[in-house]
């Protein structure tokens, strides 16, 4: 497919079904992190921004147009908006690639991930329409129970900047299924494709106030969200001290929340792998990906001592053969990390592991032929202590750190040694032993012979620090679906008789 050039479109924010600029007037730089430059301004979202579109979304709810729909209806606009963003695909990816800085073609194929989830869930919408009233057997007549699943309500989505769009898709397209009414609020750091999100729900004619999507910065527009007593849920993916926070200020109003937050995830290779290039691949891919910024990562790698050497040799060979340019380049395979502060942060991440002793194997700075915009080398890092940084923190950058290891048990401890618990990946041939660490993982994702495929079908989240709940699959829909007990006294004729009648005194 080619790559079109494309002009950066000037948007408001998405409130009510229609463009509508801030309050405030505040509007917030885009930065193509390619070459540093400002391409374009979104809209910065306040309190008050918030306010009317939370306002828009409980209308929405209290109209036949969308509060009275069934999920076949709902399924509909789900599936006009899935061609919408195919039809748009190029323009889109090319929109992604610019603002987030991941090549093309991994922008291109996150687009047709979004429109597959896009029309999974109208799926999932319509057959919600057969379960949506379930009776529930008890153990006596005088009574009956059926059980409703209705939407939530007013769903708070905030999302960040790794992968824009199809973050967004992961948590719009199940609250959209299940019927409620979503404010989205994208990182500010990659909001072109969430907005144009906006127009294509213009385009298909999705009801007013159905989605709304306010830009801008965290405290300003995220927190506001987050606090306001009239959304019913916050689902989050990002950084684990921002989910703290948010954590924190919906507990205050007993807000459910489901967190996905990164992590350090672990990469187990055997000296019994199938293939070395293949084994090599997987875990470059692993951690290399979309810049390296992926939240389950396998950004350690836990190698058999008896295979290390030729393993690291055979790395090297193949991380010297990724090509990093601009990441509308064809064939670019890496391209600049999102920002200024995230390049700042990786560096640092690096020369701290240099002063606390680990060796730099590859890698570690910029690339020499590229003068401007925010690439790092992909960066293997061995001689690591499990009491060092790079070990424990996640770097959020193409850095792969490396631990040798002589047994199963060795290795379950290291891949385990972490506060995190979102993926973890094995290779080797003896599935068995495949199945011993599938169980011993400390993860809500496991990888066996390959790492980071990621579908929309299974459910998709982490344990420990890296969060709670479940997105995609069917597990997400029940993120936003009221479970509602119905239950019915069967004989009302009939007294009841706890209480003495006053008529029989
Ligand atoms: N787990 C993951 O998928 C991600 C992890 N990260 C990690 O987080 C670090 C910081 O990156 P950020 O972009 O600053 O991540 P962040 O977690 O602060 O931002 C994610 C989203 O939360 C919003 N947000 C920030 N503060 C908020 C608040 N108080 N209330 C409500 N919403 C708020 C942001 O505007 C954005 O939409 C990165 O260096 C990286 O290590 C970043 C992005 C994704
Ligand atoms: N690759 C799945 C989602 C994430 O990294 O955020
Ligand atoms: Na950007």
């Not at 409130?15 to 391409?39: Q, S, V």
């Not at 922008?107 to 999974?120: G, H, K, L, Q, T």
């Amino acid at each position: 497919m080619a790559i079109p050039n494309i002009r950066i479109p000037c948007r408001q924010l998405f409130i009510d079904g229609e463009w509508r600029e801030p309050l405030k007037k505040n509007r917030l730089p885009i930065i193509n992190p390619a070459n540093e430059e400002i391409i374009g301004y979104i809209p910065a979202a306040t309190e008050e921004d918030v306010d009317m579109a939370v306002k828009a979304a409980r209308s929405a709810l209290r109209r036949d147009d969308w509060g009275s729909t069934t999920g076949a209806q709902r399924a509909k606009y789900l599936r006009a908006i899935a061609a919408k963003v195919l039809e748009k695909k190029p323009e889109l990816a090319t929109l992604e690639t610019i603002d987030n800085g991941k090549p093309w073609f991994e922008a291109a194929s996150d687009i047709d991930d979004v429109v597959a989830c896009f029309e999974y869930y109208a799926d999932l919408a319509e057959a919600l329409d057969s379960k949506k009233k379930t009776e529930v057997k008890l153990h006596l007549d005088s009574f009956k129970t059926h059980v409703l699943r209705e939407p939530l309500g007013v769903v708070g989505l905030i999302t960040p900047w790794n992968y824009p769009l199809l973050m967004t898709t992961w948590k719009v397209a199940p609250a959209l299924a299940a019927g409620c009414a979503a404010i989205l609020k994208p990182s500010e750091l990659a909001s072109i494709t969430s907005l144009e999100l906006g127009e294509i729900c213009r385009e298909v004619g999705l009801p007013p106030g159905a989605l709304s999507i306010l830009t801008g910065l965290g405290h300003e527009a995220g927190s506001p969200l987050v606090s306001h007593p009239d959304v019913d849920k916050i689902a989050f993916t990002g950084s684990g001290p921002t989910g703290v926070k948010i954590m924190t200020a919906a507990a205050q109003l007993v807000k459910p929340v489901t967190l996905e937050l990164g992590g350090k995830s672990p990469i187990v290779v055997f000296d019994d792998i199938h293939d070395l290039d293949i084994a090599v691949e997987w875990t470059l891919f692993g951690c290399f990906w979309t810049n390296g910024q992926i939240c389950s990562a396998t950004s350690r790698l836990i190698i058999q001592e008896t295979i290390a050497p030729q393993f690291l040799a055979r790395l090297l060979e193949w991380t010297k053969n990724i090509k990093i340019s601009d990441p509308l380049e064809e064939d670019c395979k890496l391209g600049p990390v999102i920002s200024r502060g995230q390049y700042e942060k990786v560096l640092k991440f690096i020369s701290t592991a240099k002063d606390e002793g680990a060796t730099i194997l590859y890698g570690g700075d910029r690339p020499e032929h590229l003068k401007k915009g925010y690439y790092i080398q992909p960066t293997i890092i061995t001689d690591v202590d499990t009491s060092m940084e790079i070990w424990n923190e996640e770097v959020f950058g193409p850095v792969l750190c490396v631990k040798t290891f002589k047994t199963e048990e060795e290795a379950i401890e290291l891949a385990n040694d972490t506060k995190y618990g979102l993926g973890a990946a094995i290779l080797s041939k003896d599935l068995e032993r495949c199945e011993r660490f599938t169980k011993a993982f400390q993860s809500g994702v496991v990888w066996i012979n390959c790492s980071q495929p990621c579908f929309w079908q299974p459910p998709w989240g982490g344990k420990k620090r890296s969060g709670f709940g479940r997105e995609l699959g069917e597990w997400s829909l029940e993120n936003y679906l009221n479970i509602k007990q119905v239950t019915q006294y069967v004989t009302p004729d009939e007294p009841w008789a706890f209480y003495k009648s006053p008529s029989k005194l």
